[in-house]
């Protein structure tokens, strides 16, 4: 199946979904309501693996995280399931669970109902392995803690593996967790989903967990979810693109801009989430600290922060763990205005001293630790200040100056925050502005494009499933500021890669919808025989995700092994042909061609790959997409701006679900792009407008946007 007829098949398939209504869409109130949260707690606690605290057969098991032990001690089901005997959690108390989540400052609580071992922590029809008819304790956790919370005003949210090791008919344990789910284990996973989903009060958000589901079972997942709970928001790891929010890595902390409600679990150690009972612990001080800069950092970048804990077997929390989360919450008590319902930092630049959270007329510099000559510049911002300080202290009095080039702040003598971070809340009489970022200008006179290149990207994360994740492009930006009035005409160029494809463009203030029809024909100017082709070299292979590449770009030679790993020329291979590259599962292979222009001249290239692949020239990345519908091949046409010179074209190969991986490259194609004009804008000299583009009505808000080819010229009438 080629590309454009893949895609046609991707988009029919979805329609069809649509039409039965089943992408449904979380009400504003609710998706307010859960980004506003900002801080949730997480639990991980089971009627196995806590009673076990990372210790089988008397001795410590430090391989992999220890809610999995069963997998990493390798013990067998029947035994394992025997320890559940021995559960009788007789500290556990849900109403002290959930005011403890209060006190921390924690507005929801999202809790294992069941983790991998496939132990149910509520009173299951579907199975006897459960909390009520497999131990002595015979209560059901969550219909407890869901009463509780309930009474305490704390959201109530669920994690459900949608792989489980206990179930018959389940997909063998494999060491990366990304198991295929069996119809038989899919309709399972709906009985209990309909129980947890029914049975237990409202649930705010559903967290799915690994697994490697068909499009079609994370689709009928999510219409079941929205049918039984219209509200509830779905992570990520369902996947196949079809959460309401995305889930960031274990303990991440992006850098980037993501364009769709996102969440960060993290835990209190990077070696395990579930109890272990010879953890060793840093100073409470140092890691209330840690926890605490995390939480600050994710929320000032838009994101939800989902800390978790992990109870003993008895029930109880750890007190290391709850003392840090109770120090969290003094701090959340005096800063918490800094932090609920408020907006990411306006400002895309990285301030050493800390971060930033906004609302409408306020912003909320959190000092994580002091600049330099207690001076801190806030670059672009305008706006007339009516008060600044210190939140819940009055004593320290901070001078304001402002600049041509944006404010100026001086601290005090005598504050500090190296025992108590401090946060300084700035308040504007009419709110305030801070200059785009980046801004795009004339790269000559009365002419301007703007492409992928020199766009500001809006991410999201997409991908079949955890293990094929990677960062999507959901919307490309700029910040347009011509050099003369006057009235200007927008040109949209693209290739037969975007033909067909429509987005939603935005030129200055409206916003239009457009469809790449592909009318008017433009001829490429090149020279094709102008260009010198050496031989294809192939490196590999590298155990690999789909993004990233596994050394230097800049200084490839082929004369040289590239991270141990020879370049073996392929003499045999002609442009055009296609071979097939044998390739083991979460590998990729790497393609090498160097092109000689004798000059500076675009030029046109078709590549077949297959589950994924990432294409870069000259050490810069020109497109990166995986394969939804995991057919045998995909086409992709790349427009490649070659240099005077030498130039480096590397490909990236990855392969997932296949046992190998087609490869086939080609200039020999119509060497065109198509042409659309757009109406005319009146622009002014040195005033700044927004561009962008996305998909129209996308597939999924997290589904990447392939346009790599897609450019538009300004040019001034």
Request: hydrophobic residues 35%.
């Amino acid at each position: 199946m080629t590309k454009r007829n893949y895609y046609i098949f991707f988009l029919l398939f979805f329609c069809t979904l649509y039409t039965h209504s089943t992408f449904s869409q979380i009400s504003p109130q609710a998706l307010k309501q859960w980004k506003d949260q900002k801080y949730s707690m997480f639990i991980h606690w089971g009627g196995i693996y806590s009673v076990l605290g990372g210790v089988w057969d008397g001795k410590p098991i430090d391989r992999g995280l220890s809610e999995q032990i069963q997998a990493h001690a390798g013990i067998y089901s029947d035994t394992y399931a025997n320890v559940a005997k021995k559960f009788n959690p007789i500290y556990w108390n849900a109403d002290s669970i959930a005011l403890l989540a209060k006190e921390a400052g924690m507005r929801s609580i999202v809790i294992t109902s069941k983790h991998h071992d496939g132990f149910c922590m509520w009173n299951t029809r579907s199975t006897d392995f459960d909390v009520v008819d497999a131990t002595p304790f015979k209560r059901d956790v969550l219909k407890e803690l869901s009463d509780a919370c309930k009474r305490h005003e704390i959201s109530f949210g669920l994690y459900f593996s949608l792989i489980d090791w206990h179930y018959p008919e389940a997909s063998p344990i494999s060491s990366h967790n990304s198991d295929r789910i069996t119809p038989s284990h899919h309709e399972y996973n709906k009985q209990q989903l309909t129980e947890l989903l029914t049975n237990y009060g409202s649930v705010t958000e559903i967290w799915f967990d690994m697994g490697s589901q068909s499009l079609q079972q994370s689709q009928e997942l999510r219409e079941l979810v929205h049918r039984l709970q219209p509200d509830c928001m779905i992570g990520s790891r369902i996947g196949n693109d079809m959460g309401d929010f995305t889930v960031m890595g274990d303990n991440q902390e992006p850098d980037y801009v993501i364009e769709v409600p996102w969440q960060s679990p993290a835990s209190f150690f990077d070696e395990t989430w579930g109890y272990r009972s010879w953890q060793k612990r840093v100073p409470l001080e140092e890691k209330q600290k840690e926890k605490l800069t995390s939480l600050i950092r994710v929320v000032s970048r838009g994101g939800k922060y989902l800390l978790n804990i992990g109870p003993k077997g008895d029930g109880s929390v750890v007190p290391y763990e709850k003392e840090v989360l109770l120090k969290t919450g003094e701090w959340l008590k005096k800063n918490s205005e800094a932090i609920y319902g408020v907006n990411s930092d306006p400002f895309h630049t990285p301030f050493e001293w800390g971060s930033v959270t906004s609302s409408s007329d306020k912003l909320y510099l959190h000092l994580l630790s002091l600049p330099q000559n207690k001076t801190i510049v806030l670059p672009g911002l305008t706006g007339k200040i009516k008060s600044v300080g210190v939140l819940g202290n009055k004593k320290y009095k901070i001078k304001v100056s402002s600049k041509s080039d944006g404010v100026v702040l001086t601290l005090p003598e005598g504050l500090d925050v190296s025992k108590d971070f401090q946060v300084i809340g700035i308040t504007f009489s009419n709110g305030y502005k801070v200059a785009p970022f980046p801004v795009t200008k004339e790269i000559r006179q009365n002419e301007i494009v703007l492409s992928s290149t020199n766009a500001f990207k809006h991410y999201s994360n997409s991908g079949i499933d955890y293990n094929t994740r990677y960062l999507s492009t959901v919307k490309e930006s700029w910040n347009v500021q011509p050099a003369t009035t006057g009235q200007w005409t927008p040109v949209l160029y693209y290739s037969a890669e975007e033909k067909g494809k429509k987005l939603d463009i935005q030129i200055t203030d409206k916003t239009q919808q457009i469809t790449l029809d592909g009318r008017e024909v433009v001829k490429l100017q090149n020279n094709l025989t102008a260009l010198i082709w050496s031989p294809l070299y192939l490196a590999g292979p590298f155990y690999s995700g789909i993004e990233g590449v596994h050394g230097d770009v800049t200084k490839l030679t082929t004369t040289a092994a590239w991270e141990n790993k020879p370049w073996t020329p392929q003499s045999e291979w002609k442009q055009g042909e296609t071979y097939f590259i044998s390739s083991e599962s979460s590998t990729a292979w790497y393609v090498l061609q160097e092109i000689t222009s004798a000059e500076a001249q675009s030029l046109l290239i078709r590549i077949t790959s297959g589950d994924a692949v990432l294409v870069l020239l000259n050490g810069k990345q020109l497109l990166i997409h995986n394969n939804p519908e995991k057919v045998k091949s995909l086409e992709d046409m790349i427009l490649l701006p070659l240099q005077k010179g030498k130039n480096q074209l590397l490909i990236k190969l990855y392969n997932y679900f296949q046992k190998e991986i087609p490869f086939s490259l080609s200039a020999q194609i119509p060497q065109e792009l198509y042409k659309l004009p757009l109406p005319s804008v009146s622009l002014q000299a040195e005033s700044i407008y927004p561009f962008s583009w996305k998909w129209h009505q996308p597939l999924s808000p997290h589904y990447t946007l392939i346009v790599p080819n897609l450019s538009l010229q300004l040019i001034k009438q």
